[in-house]
């Protein structure tokens, strides 16, 4: 589970947990919230390996995952729920920007992914979720980086499912919407106002709905489905 310390990411952590899984995450600065996280874990009575990384570094990614394996035991299931955004109107936007959202959101998944490919394909078994946005479906003004990136994760997962279905290996992708985060609650209360009126349901999503989605798709229920994109997004987008 990469991104695991904050937002969508510690709720995908703290489901899992509840639905019996041991759980390994990393994240990139936030050690204190990820203490956190990880002491709820161990409240439900799972083991927990929690590690600092830098996802769009690949060599960081595979020692985290080995040190993971070590601890825990061979991985099943991957979520990659890592991300930063950059936002800016591509006539402002700097190199800097482009590069570390393409690094994190898309290089990361590739980088998790293909480290822990080979073996899923060996044991003939394993699970992928990808978190992409609805940016990523349909564009986004002021995200050209973030919403390329997410838009790169949907392509990759549905490629990489027809790449491995054959091995009893599934891959999906979740798009969330406007979902309680750091990143809504930063909206002034025009733009809150704006993107509820913009949302059939009047409300934002929560983290929690989030994880739900996952959960289910990580588990049994979801064994006939493999290379979607699933929009949680209170109806946003269609």
């Not at 409240?43 to 390996?49: I, K, L, P």
């Not at 590069?99 to 293909?114: D, P, S």
């Not at 044991?123 to 390329?148: D, E, F, H, M």
Request: charged fraction near 20%.
């Amino acid at each position: 589970m990469t991104g695991g310390s904050r937002g969508i990411g510690r709720a995908i952590v703290q489901q899992l947990a509840a639905d019996g899984y041991d759980v390994a995450f990393c994240y990139r600065q936030s050690s204190g919230a990820a203490e956190e996280v990880a002491r709820q874990v161990q409240e439900h009575g799972r083991r927990v390996f929690q590690q600092a990384c830098d996802v769009a570094d690949f060599s960081a990614v595979q020692h985290c995952l080995q040190e993971a394996e070590q601890a825990l035991g061979p991985l099943s299931v991957i979520v990659n729920a890592a991300g930063i955004i950059r936002d800016s109107p591509l006539v402002l936007m700097d190199e800097e920007a482009w590069h570390a959202v393409i690094a994190t959101n898309l290089t990361g998944t590739f980088n998790v992914c293909r480290n822990v490919i080979f073996n899923f394909m060996k044991r003939k078994s394993g699970c992928i979720v990808n978190l992409s946005s609805v940016a990523g479906v349909y564009g986004n003004p002021g995200q050209t980086n973030y919403s390329a990136s997410k838009s790169g994760i949907i392509s990759f997962s549905k490629a990489l499912a027809k790449e491995v279905g054959s091995f009893g290996i599934r891959v999906n992708v979740v798009a969330p919407g406007a979902i309680d985060t750091e990143m809504v609650r930063q909206l002034d209360a025009k733009q809150a106002e704006r993107l509820l009126q913009a949302i059939p349901l009047r409300r934002v999503g929560q983290a929690a709905e989030v994880a739900d989605l996952v959960s289910f798709l990580v588990s049994d229920r979801a064994q006939y489905i493999t290379g979607q994109t699933i929009q949680i997004d209170g109806g946003l987008s269609f």
